[in-house]
């Protein structure tokens, strides 16, 4: 069944639902903002189907929520970005109730009782949606959005037992993939927790100097570390382990390019890594996929991707403030082939480290913090060659190295096989979305489809 057409604004008059624009002006002032508290959705967290939170969100905490009420976003909600990129629309989450809708944020209520949001939120990420959206946006050189476009946006309606039926068997993919990023961060987190523990806290080694066997740890393992500290430029380290800079643990350190004009208008070829793309090992955004001409790729002397290499965050951002980002991808994730644009640095250690400890130690509070400084005192925020090569780095002996990365390879390879098995669900579900909403494919057949996955 094709199902009826209506548009967002007839549904919301004839259900009883509500649309509501982020607070303007001065009624939610950036002095507001505090460390702790619920986080503020606005364009900038909108994802192509869920929010994405960030470490850097602004949250507020409970004087400004009990004073402006109806702000708070509700499970169930959909939110728009009011500017920039209009194409996106996420649901909120059950976890996610009572986050608060920032002054560039637009959600829209809808009638449980009289239609379900999730089967509206999955049509508003077909591609015919995206389309519609960057087209009817207002502006040209910022595009934005407001409540008269949004009521506008078509959509096609089915009887409700049918809404549910569809959400359900496609939502039993986004839980795979959601699955998949909660095992992921607690993969990561046990592999940070490792080296913060072998290598920043020093746990092995004040152990010994307190007369203890080292927690976790068997004797060949306890007997790599030493049984003192000492002083040193980073502070206290083990005594007799190396501080250099990465000029010296590095075999490569390079920028890619990309075709004199820029990417615009390019829409096949080899995918193009930007500095938008570099946040944590096993994540990637594929809706910013950029690509160069496969005989640009084939001429270009560096940049190439390899499996496992960590990738850095050059330059951009505010003026005045740098923060550094790190990535690692490999084995077939985020694709077999690509490059990097002329914006991110490919960093591969030689045989003093490995670049499992290399990943781990750029995302070290020690080594951020001093990116933070060397990148910030410039026009445009980043580092230059010459600042990557100065900062600093800790070398443990070889055997702890070997060790280390014994512990934490398998963890590295599960994040990326998982965020590979997570774009094949995203993919197969991106497939089925449009030919179940149009009825070419019933919801048994893609129910069936989807439990044959592995």
């Not at 809404?163 to 592999?191: S, W």
């Not at 001093?370 to 990148?375: F, N, P, S, T, V």
Request: hydrophobic share 40%; glycine share 10%.
């Amino acid at each position: 069944m094709a199902g009826s057409e209506s548009t967002i604004g007839a549904l919301l008059d004839e259900t009883g639902g509500s649309i509501k624009t982020g607070p303007f002006g001065t009624k939610l002032k950036a002095s507001e903002y505090t460390a702790t508290g619920v986080p503020v959705i606005s364009v900038g967290e909108v994802g192509f189907g869920r929010l994405r939170v960030h470490h850097d969100t602004p949250r507020v905490d409970d004087t400004v929520s009990s004073r402006m009420p109806e702000y708070l976003l509700k499970a169930g909600d959909i939110v728009f970005g009011r500017k920039g990129a209009v194409e996106r629309s996420a649901q909120v989450q059950p976890d996610e109730d009572g986050y608060f809708l920032g002054s560039d944020g637009i959600r829209i209520r809808l009638n449980v009782e009289e239609c379900d949001p999730k089967f509206i939120s999955y049509q508003l990420q077909t591609t015919a949606h995206r389309s519609w959206m960057i087209q009817h946006a207002a502006g040209t050189t910022m595009p934005s959005l407001n409540e008269g476009i949004i009521r506008r946006i078509p959509i096609v309606l089915k009887p409700l037992a049918e809404q549910k039926a569809i959400a359900a068997v496609l939502g039993a993919l986004d839980d795979k993939i959601e699955l998949n990023r909660r095992m992921n961060a607690t993969l990561e987190a046990m592999a940070r927790a490792l080296f913060q523990s072998w290598f920043v806290d020093f746990d092995p080694v004040r152990a010994k100097m307190d007369g203890r066997e080292p927690v976790g740890l068997d004797p060949g393992t306890a007997s790599l570390f030493p049984e003192h500290l000492e002083d040193s430029l980073l502070g206290k380290k083990p005594i007799d382990w190396e501080i250099t800079t990465l000029d010296h643990a590095l075999a490569v350190l390079e920028t890619g390019g990309r075709p004199k004009g820029g990417v615009a208008g390019i829409t096949s070829g080899v995918p193009s890594i930007g500095a938008e793309s570099i946040v944590s090992i096993g994540m990637f955004d594929f809706g910013k996929t950029k690509f160069v001409p496969v005989e640009f790729y084939k001429g270009m002397k560096k940049g190439h991707i390899e499996s496992h290499d960590v990738l850095l965050y050059k330059d951009g951002g505010r003026p005045g403030v740098f923060e550094p980002h790190v990535s690692m991808f490999g084995d077939g994730f985020p694709f077999e082939k690509c490059s990097i644009n002329e914006h991110v640095y490919r960093l591969r250690s030689n045989e003093r480290l490995s670049q499992e400890y290399l990943y781990f130690w750029l995302n070290s509070e020690f080594a951020l913090a001093e990116m933070r400084i060397k990148g910030t005192g410039v026009a445009i925020p980043g580092l230059n060659s010459t600042a990557v090569r100065s900062l600093g780095v800790l070398v443990p002996p070889s055997s702890i190295i070997e060790t280390f990365t014994n512990e934490v390879a398998p963890l590295v390879t599960q994040i990326l096989s998982n965020a590979k098995q997570s774009r094949s669900l995203a993919v197969l579900r991106d497939t089925l979305l449009p030919k179940i909403l149009s009825g070419e494919l019933q919801v048994p057949i893609a129910r069936q489809l989807i439990e044959a996955q592995p």
